[in-house]
């Protein structure tokens, strides 16, 4: 059994033989466009033939992709946590569907995926990281209706990722990290800001910590629960699966620790029964959640009236990994302490300190050869 092709315009297409109808004797073609070059309809059509010769083709699904991305998103509700879910959708309905919705599921080609996210770019001036997770979802999307039969070829995995320039990331130095500190000593959020400098932990990490997740005693901290970005939602586990992880932390972040988990037993009494207890270590006067909507304000207020660069709230995180790899500290513990599923993606983020440690290790070689 092979296939044709045909170049019509800028894209490729093949046709391939499905052999006669069993009812009528009517020979049957499958033909598909839209690929970029040759090659793909080729790999295309050689999938298709195998499936075909192995009795595993299945006639493709005839529904929009806009009905099949709303049935999928829903069967995705239970299984994913409450913030991914919301990225998915909205990635679907404001990205996805008003541009490519109404096209057949079955007859979606790499070619207008391809358009869809040069124009959410040029058109929609959306950066190339919002396109790239686009890109994500409509893949996972795509991957499990070919599972499912609907579709024989998943094209957005034919579609180039769109490539992300990292930008430089904005941190503190050491002196510049005390001087926020020192500053920021006596403001009721104070602990959060050190956790966030001394941990590298995220945002959403720092508020759902509970005291039950800290062991003083050994100097332990276990990220096990992360507070949603609306502020509405303590959720078991962290933002991805390497997330849920063991921090250590130093002798003057435990005494620290120490002196907050005081300060809410003083609140809690003076209450008068009307302090609901999450065993929150960072909570609201009342015990409740600080929203992290809440907890960048005050950031940022102090940030204006300190002397200090201005960098985000996520950039604590960056600054306290800069500031390990610079003293010297082994990229995969670095990686161990951020939560990142493997040192690369620790030395992709953080490559502008690479050269600091060349530099470094040229010298201890150096002192060791010529001293």
């Not at 869809?116 to 990281?129: D, F, P, Q, V």
């Not at 939602?233 to 620790?257: C, H, M, P, Q, Y």
């Not at 530099?359 to 050869?369: Q, Y």
Request: hydrophobic share 35%.
């Amino acid at each position: 059994m092979n296939g044709s092709f045909r170049k019509r315009g800028d894209n490729w297409s093949y046709i391939v033989d499905l052999g006669p109808d069993p009812s009528t004797g009517k020979r049957r073609q499958k033909e598909k466009g839209g690929f970029r070059t040759k090659k793909e309809a080729q790999a295309a059509a050689a999938e298709l033939i195998v499936q075909i010769e192995n009795s595993e083709y299945k006639k493709p699904v005839k529904q929009s992709l806009e009905k099949y991305l709303i049935d999928w998103l829903e069967s995705k509700r239970i299984g994913l946590k409450k913030n991914t879910f919301s990225i998915y959708k909205h990635h679907i309905e404001h990205h996805i569907i008003p541009a490519i919705g109404k096209i057949e599921l079955a007859k979606l080609t790499p070619a207008e995926i391809s358009t869809l996210y040069a124009m959410l770019i040029s058109e929609k001036h959306l950066s190339e990281g919002t396109v790239r997770d686009t890109h994500k979802v409509l893949t996972a999307a795509l991957g499990q209706a070919l599972k499912w039969g609907m579709i024989i070829k998943n094209p957005a995995s034919l579609v180039e990722k769109p490539k992300v320039n990292r930008k430089e990331l904005s941190v503190w130095d050491a002196e510049q990290a005390k001087t926020f500190l020192a500053f920021a000593k006596k403001h009721q959020n104070y602990i959060a800001f050190l956790l966030a400098l001394g941990t590298g932990m995220r945002q959403g990490e720092i508020l759902g910590l509970r005291w039950k997740d800290v062991d003083l005693d050994a100097g332990i901290i276990r990220i096990v629960q992360t507070l949603s970005h609306d502020g509405k939602e303590l959720s078991a586990g962290a933002k991805t699966k390497s997330g849920n992880r063991t921090i250590s932390v130093d002798v003057e972040l435990v005494k620290e620790l120490r002196k907050q988990k005081s300060r809410i037993l003083m609140n809690r009494l003076k209450s008068e029964g009307m302090y609901t207890d999450h065993d929150l270590v960072i909570p609201t006067s009342k015990g409740t959640p600080i929203t992290p909507r809440n907890l960048s304000r005050s950031y940022y207020l102090l940030l204006e009236r300190s002397e200090v660069p201005q960098i985000t709230f996520h950039d604590l995180r960056h600054t306290h990994a800069t500031l390990l790899l610079t003293q010297g500290v082994h990229p995969k513990v670095v990686a161990e302490r951020l939560g990142h599923a493997d040192m690369r993606t620790t030395l992709e983020i953080y490559s502008h300190v690479l050269p600091h440690m060349q530099k470094e290790a040229a010298d201890k070689v150096g002192r060791l050869l010529f001293s």
